[in-house]
């Protein structure tokens, strides 16, 4: 449990994200949503203001603040009703670069990322013919005099057009070739602004969220052999951290869409009079915000534990797959519940919910679907057979 002063400083750093995210409005990401466009104004303001970098340690210039503040920093960006997807990956694979990065690759890096000219914006993992089951993954990387040259394909890899600097996985053993399948796995920073045009080609990819997604194809692309991250063959330990980290960031961002879902129908539910009374008056209408509200704060907590956890240098996967699945599931739930509170005016683009129904959908999929961590958590933590 958090402390006093704890609670109080969290108090403090979401009152300062609400109140840049005030600068911007719910027309400003609609307006971006509509136009396919990148909140570059937004990520400027963010990482001037010292959030986007808050888990740089100070001496590279960053905040130094843990990972239970970066939960706090993405959730209140949620619940202002901005779209936290367009910059919270510079939260999430930090984790990879600061548990695993070589002194040089931090000092080289971390300062640069702190003050805004470096972006550290992608994490490429998920393959078209893999999807999550990512120790199969194809792409191949073959040592080579000064590096590695990487061979083949990504996809649904945000924010690439608008990185300097990606996390990659590849595969460096064949499968056939290891003892367990999550050897001979490593990962790699990989420099955006020299391999487009190298053996990089991006393609973007149409969606139904406003998540900048692409396809990736690598073609004899040369990496420098400083840019291994930890050690060969060790990438899945590497990005292992990345992936708790993004699981927990990524539930605070349902919390915080949830609030949002919650904040907008309880208030319409309050205004908006049928049959000469308030709709809130009706338990129909009541009742199922009443029972979003439980089950968000129920999620709130296992949120809170994930990233102590995390913090703690703990072992956190059973805390972080529980976070998510129970956050995606009730910010799912508030949005429904939201989308019918407000009835017709829902699908109204100027009511915003719609598109943050759309946004916060994503969630039950991505990064990782509530399937596979029900998967994980029956065999890891209850002891049942393995189902795959």
Known sequence: MLDTAQREMLAEIATSVAQLCARF???????????GGYPTDFVVEMTEAGFLTALIPEEFGGSGLGLLEACTILETISRAGAHAGACHAQMYVMGSLLRHGSPEQKAMWLPQIASGAVRLQSFGVTEPSTGTDTTALKTRAVQVDGGWRVSGQKVWISRVEHSDLMVLLARTTPREQVAKKTEGLSAFLVDLREARGSGLEVRPIEAMINHHACELFF???LIPAGNLLGRAGDGWRVILDGMNAERILIAAEC????????????????EREVFGRPIGANQGVAFPLAKCLAETEAAAL?????????????PCGAEANMAKYLAAEASWAAGDAAMQ?????AFAKDYHIERKFRETRLYRIAPVSTNLILSYLAEKVLGLPRSF
């Open 25 to 35: 409005g719910e027309d400003y990401w609609r307006d971006l949503d509509r136009e």
């Open 219 to 221: 073609d004899d692309l």
């Open 255 to 270: 919390i915080g869409d949830a609030r949002y879902f919650l904040d907008k129908a309880s208030a319409y539910a309050r």
């Open 302 to 314: 296992m949120v809170e534990k994930a990233a102590l956890t995390y913090d703690d240098g703990a």
């Open 341 to 345: 509170t407000h009835g017709g005016f």
